[in-house]
């Protein structure tokens, strides 16, 4: 258990749909953290949050991509009008409290665009 | 600004045989590094951290890796490999005391072979 639970783990779509994931953060924690890997690289930061407040997000892919935090609880990653090359492995991640350095993973959302 | 280059895309050993997957970041500021592991469909899990103090940092699965700060590098190794560390590793770099944003490298597939 990373403490992190994301919803669904798989999910296929037409392009053109607009798609959204959801990460539910089952641990303490100050951060929380999404990220894109597409097949064979490794995780690209797209956007963060301490607490409800989405302090990074200049690096979201396009204005397609968009996140949300309500309440500073469980957050979600939209992506609208989806297109091929947004098939990738969606993970979200959580920053435990003060005391830690380190990332928790969930086990991601594969989304495969056809 | 931070980054991770991990050299190899692949590395093969026999089983029993050493594992070396090597490692060399670049930052402005005194790095935080961590060794991840994924399987397939998995997220990641953390096998190791640096923060400070000891460079020789021990992990779990047997994992090690050591931080040279004149070589810029972080190379994991374990002594003897099994079957069951056939994954994907990276390496990862975040600017410690600021928004320990973890950038990753592209990452190394290890195949063990029997």
């Known amino acids: 258990d990373t403490g992190v639970s994301q919803d669904p783990r798989h999910k296929i779509t037409k392009r053109g749909q607009n798609v959204t994931f959801r990460c539910d953060p089952i641990?303490?924690?100050?951060?929380l953290y999404w990220y894109r890997q597409t097949l064979g690289q490794g995780p690209e930061f797209l956007t963060y949050f301490q607490n409800e407040a989405q302090l990074e997000k200049s690096r979201l892919l396009s204005d397609r991509f968009s996140a949300e935090r309500p309440k500073g609880s469980f957050s979600t990653l939209e992506i609208q009008r989806t297109e091929q090359g947004d098939s990738a492995m969606y993970l979200c991640a959580i920053r435990p409290r003060s005391g830690n350095t380190e990332a928790f993973f969930g086990q991601g959302t594969r989304l495969t665009v056809v | 600004a931070q980054s991770v280059t991990q050299l190899g895309s692949h590395v093969s050993v026999s089983e029993g045989a050493l594992v070396l997957l090597r490692c060399n970041y670049s930052?402005?500021?005194?790095?935080?590094l961590f060794w991840y592991v994924q399987y397939p469909n998995q997220g990641l899990q953390l096998l190791l951290k640096y923060t400070t103090g000891a460079t020789l940092v021990k992990g779990i699965n047997g994992f090690e890796a050591e931080f040279k700060k004149s070589e810029t590098s972080f190379h994991l190794t374990k002594p003897s490999a099994h079957m069951s560390d056939a994954a994907e590793y990276f390496c990862?770099?975040?600017?410690?005391?600021?928004?320990?944003?973890?950038?990753f490298g592209r990452g190394t597939s290890l195949i063990v072979h029997p």
């Open positions: 930052s402005s500021v005194p790095p935080y």
């Open positions: 990862a770099v975040s600017e410690g005391g600021g928004s320990y944003i973890p950038t």
């Open positions: 641990s303490e924690h100050n951060r």
